[in-house]
């Protein structure tokens, strides 16, 4: 009986051992090494192989690299990312393989030979990939080496494992860079349209989308099946360690598991887009007497740096209008120190008359487009009315504001724009003379200089 009562208590003890070890934590498992292995290709030679089409390998290669890939969390499947060097890589590959937790026998870090001869070698982009094959409609694609003959290629090395330490990079140079590599970001973080968001959808692959504080973005994949996928973003800044993949040219990251993600710091300040200034005003409105097609509107900038006229408009009040007739949005345009920023309606016309081509075409009947009894408004990001051209409400004809057949010249010695319209800043030539005006009509080319402030 007391036998019967130990063997029992005996059983009782080692199910609950048992019950209690999680696989997928327990990496630290050891497998066989080997010590009979050299590496006779580098992963340049190999990528040198590479064909248009998939190929089989049929030398007796072997190539050597570390392991920087990990299915602990899901997030990675059915692949082995492998790379060159510990530190500062210079290339990687991807192999494919039907192996459910390899990390278990492959661990981060580990240094592993792989025997390439009757495997099949292609890239996807820039990415190079070995492993099995499969045919689709008579054409070869890289597939998974069975679970059962991946011990036949892939081997660990005895000398051990390390470290692997990720190369510290900025977005912008992500281009420039090979796949399939260990890589470090530091300053970013997730963009604030998906804060709250989880890191995947159930199920699905998932796009999210990292920047730096300059606003550079690029692509965090995630999977809907890894262990965090029901995780919300961190809304911080910080660094992310991630493999580097791309999508023909486009680059992709691969987080292994949430301990990748160091999300602490504050969050990037915002990046501030629209300025003012009154040193921005009309220097020159233009209505050829000759050509109307040639008509223009110049801009001109007495400060001593450029500035970005980013949600800068330029309204038109046609004739006694007191509602905005048309506007030309200024988004995009950066006027440089002490220069000019010509607009013209009909640009190919300008570009005949005038010999060079405007900065922004645009199109009839917009502000550029005044047949000289219009009145014009200069608006920067923030509604206020920089300079003005006019009186709203008042037709220019017969008035110290009227250009019609001539030019409106701003004269030299003016430097800031005024929102209230000053007929002595002015020097005005028109078909009529009125109001202290100069009557005499203007020609194109001679009588203009769009793009120069004299």
Not at 162 to 171: F, K
Not at 203 to 211: A, G, S
Request: proline share 5%; glycine share 8%.
């Amino acid at each position: 009986m007391k036998k019967k009562i130990f063997k029992i208590m005996g059983t009782i003890i080692l199910m609950s051992l048992l019950c209690c070890v999680d696989g997928r934590e327990f990496d630290d498992i050891e497998g066989n090494c080997t010590t009979d292995m050299v590496a006779n290709i580098t992963f340049e030679e190999l990528d040198s192989l590479v064909q248009d089409d998939v190929i089989q390998i049929h030398e007796d290669l072997i190539l050597e690299g570390y392991v920087i890939s990990s299915d602990r969390a899901g997030n990675i499947f059915g692949v082995l990312y492998i790379q060159d060097k510990l530190n500062n890589p210079s290339m990687g590959i991807q192999l494919e393989m039907d192996l459910r937790e390899s990390h278990l026998q492959f661990p981060v870090g580990s240094k592993v030979l792989v025997k390439l001869k009757n495997l099949y070698l292609g890239k996807r982009g820039t990415n190079i990939r070995i492993g099995s094959v499969f045919s689709s409609f008579g054409n070869l694609s890289i597939g998974r080496l069975p679970s059962g003959k991946v011990f036949e290629y892939l081997f660990i090395s005895c000398e051990g494992e390390g470290i692997p330490e990720p190369l510290v990079v900025n977005i912008p140079e992500i281009d420039s860079l090979p796949s399939n590599i260990l890589v470090e970001l530091e300053n970013v973080e997730f963009a604030e349209e998906t804060l709250g968001e989880t890191y995947a959808v159930p199920q699905e692959e998932t796009e999210r989308i990292l920047r730096d504080c300059g606003e550079n973005e690029i692509a965090l994949i995630n999977s809907g099946y890894a262990d965090f996928q029901s995780e919300l973003f961190p809304e911080a800044n910080g660094t992310l360690t991630a493999i580097l993949t791309k999508d023909g040219d486009t680059p992709q990251l691969l987080i292994r598991t949430l301990e990748d993600v160091d999300f602490t710091e504050e969050r990037c300040p915002e990046i501030i887009t629209e300025f003012t200034s009154n040193q921005i005003f009309i220097s020159e409105l233009a209505d050829p007497d000759n050509n109307s097609k040639a008509r223009f509107v110049e801009l001109y900038n007495s400060a001593s740096e450029p500035l970005d006229l980013n949600l800068w408009t330029l309204r038109r009040y046609t004739n006694d209008n007191t509602e905005i007739s048309s506007m030309i949005d200024l988004s995009g345009l950066i006027i440089g120190p002490e220069s000019t920023l010509v607009i013209s309606p009909n640009a190919e016309e300008f570009e005949l008359v005038y010999g060079f081509v405007p900065d922004l075409g645009v199109s009839t009947n917009s502000p550029a487009d005044s047949n000289g009894d219009d009145n014009l408004e200069l608006v920067d990001p923030f509604g206020s009315v920089i300079d003005v051209f006019g009186v709203v409400g008042e037709d220019g004809s017969g008035t110290n504001h009227e250009f019609e057949d001539g030019k409106a010249f701003r004269n030299l010695d003016v430097t800031e724009g005024n929102p209230v319209y000053t007929f002595i800043e002015w020097t005005i030539f028109n078909d009529t003379g009125d109001a202290g005006t100069i009557n005499l009509p203007q020609n194109v080319p001679g009588d203009f200089t769009p793009g120069q402030r004299e």
